[in-house]
């Protein structure tokens, strides 16, 4: 079984085509961004900050039946750290609906 996250994937590949290759084996999902510019560990970003495909990724798992949660692993801002609650919060209520 898999924890499967999207972000890190996306270094390599595209974590949508591996939600489909993996389906039942995934377990939890763990989200964020990474610009593939950059293309190192400085390449993680907040969610819609970078090039991940969101409605592929949220079409593969819907595709797969994955019903569990979608666990945000991300960096707190510098100034105002309890604002990436918020911000993840409406983030994720907008790749719910997708």
Same mark, same amino acid.
């Given at each position: *079984?898999?924890y499967f996250?999207?972000? $890190? /994937? #996306?270094?390599?590949?595209?974590?949508e085509? @591996?939600?489909?290759?993996?389906?039942?084996?995934?377990? *939890? /999902?763990?989200? %964020? !961004?990474f610009?593939?510019?950059?293309?190192?560990i400085?390449?993680?970003k907040?969610?819609?900050?970078?090039?991940?495909? @969101? %409605?592929? /990724?949220? %079409?593969? #798992? *819907?595709?797969v039946n994955? !019903?569990?949660?979608l666990t945000?692993?991300?960096?707190?801002? *510098?100034?105002h750290?309890?604002m990436?609650?918020y911000?993840?919060s %409406?983030? #994720?209520?907008?790749? $719910?609906?997708?």
């Open positions: *079984r898999f996250d999207v972000g $890190n /994937v #996306l270094a390599f590949s595209y974590p085509h @591996w939600i489909e290759v993996l389906g039942d084996y995934i377990v *939890r /999902v763990h989200i %964020k !961004d610009d593939t510019s950059i293309g190192n400085q390449g993680f907040n969610l819609f900050e970078g090039d991940v495909n @969101w %409605k592929a /990724v949220i %079409k593969a #798992l *819907r595709k994955y !019903d569990g949660y945000a692993e991300l960096s707190p801002y *510098r100034t750290p309890e990436l609650a911000d993840t %409406k983030k #994720l209520d907008i790749l $719910n609906r997708m």
